[in-house]
Nanobody
Framework: QVQLVESGGGLVQAGGSLRLSCAAS????????IGWYRQAPGKQRELVAIIDGGGITNYADSVKDRFTISRDTAKNTVYLEMNSLKPEDTAVYYCYAQRWPETYWGQGTQVTVSS
């Protein structure tokens, strides 16, 4: 059974940094895509950053130049380095992975940025 487990969320002041990790277990294959979504209270879940099997990355415009996604294939882990955090980055961050036709989600980790 595939599991995605996030860690690294927490409370940080505006301008600070956090690093999220997502460890995948129960897999014997490579994901087509793996990355991060987030959902703020009262808002829809949105893509934050994603990386494909070839290492190509894609970011939401709101986080470009502040967030960096990376992966360690040997550890089946994907990271999200978040710098210059803003209060509007406050949300539950979910790890997401896809290997057609299946999609997988983690349980989410809370990130709160205080002003």
């Amino acid at each position: 059974q595939v599991q995605l487990v996030e860690s690294g969320g927490g409370l940080v002041q505006a301008g600070g940094s956090l690093r999220l990790s997502c460890a995948a277990s129960g897999i014997t294959f490579s994901f087509s895509f793996i990355g991060w979504y987030r959902q703020a209270p009262g808002k829809q879940r949105e893509l934050v950053a994603i990386i494909d099997g070839g290492g190509i990355t894609n970011y939401a415009d709101s986080v470009k130049d502040r967030f960096t996604i990376s992966r360690d294939t040997a550890k089946n882990t994907v990271y999200l380095e978040m710098n210059s955090l803003k209060p509007e980055d406050t949300a539950v961050y979910y790890c997401y992975a896809q290997r057609w036709p299946e999609t997988y989600w983690g349980q989410g980790t809370q990130v709160t940025v205080s002003s």
